[in-house]
């Protein structure tokens, strides 16, 4: 596992590690912390609580099928930020990718640095395309998506589905240009 990384985001820093199978009560403040907004944009439509089932699932990952990294205030310790893949079954080189941010830490750059790590471990495990399923009225991550490159796919009932190709060259810099725009 690799270690704890330590980023400085405009004067704050975050430590960014990945999710523990004890973090189910930090994960539960940061859903708590997000507006319902930020909620309906992330958990598509949900915006009530966390159930104990959600929880298992939002903590149980094994680095490889399901991976998630924290990003955490180094100066309060609470969570401000989640970035999580989970791969496809039948197809391990596809894997579902969602990001949130607490409402005070957006547009600070905790997207960015969650995605880019996130997205080496993925390429070293295999993945070579994300796949995101946005609301429609998420516009902030449909113009990111666009910007990113991602390949529109389809509307669903959950919302509009998009690919990303990890595989080129450069993806950590699209990844920085297309969140920090």
């Known amino acids: 596992m690799k270690a704890?990384?330590?980023?400085?985001?405009?004067?704050?820093?975050?430590?960014?590690?990945?999710?523990?199978s004890d973090?189910?009560?930090?994960?539960a403040r940061m859903f708590e912390r997000l507006s319902a907004d930020s909620r309906r944009a992330r958990f598509r439509g949900r915006d009530d609580v966390l159930s104990?089932?959600?929880l298992d699932y939002l903590?149980?990952?094994?680095?490889?099928r399901h991976d998630a990294l924290v990003a955490i205030d180094s100066a309060t310790h609470d969570a401000v930020g989640v970035a999580r893949y989970v791969r496809l079954p039948g197809r391990r080189e596809l894997a579902e990718?969602?990001?949130e941010?607490?409402?005070?830490w957006q547009r600070r750059g905790v997207a960015t640095a969650l995605l880019v790590e996130l997205t080496?471990?993925?390429?070293?495990?295999?993945?070579?395309?994300?796949?995101a399923i946005v609301s429609p009225d998420n516009e902030v991550m449909v113009d990111v998506l666009g910007r990113l490159?991602?390949?529109?796919?389809?509307?669903?009932?959950?919302?509009?589905?998009?690919?990303i190709d990890l595989a080129g060259e450069g993806i950590t810099e699209r990844l920085r240009r297309s969140i920090e725009t």
């Open 4 to 20: 704890p990384r330590s980023i400085n985001l405009d004067g704050s820093t975050v430590l960014i590690r990945p999710i523990q």
């Open 23 to 27: 973090d189910r009560e930090l994960l």
């Open 52 to 54: 104990e089932e959600d």
């Open 59 to 64: 903590t149980d990952v094994d680095q490889y």
């Open 97 to 99: 990718v969602a990001v």
């Open 101 to 104: 941010v607490i409402d005070d």
């Open 120 to 131: 080496e471990r993925a390429r070293a495990a295999g993945v070579s395309e994300y796949t």
């Open 149 to 163: 490159g991602a390949e529109f796919v389809r509307d669903g009932d959950e919302g509009a589905e998009y690919l």
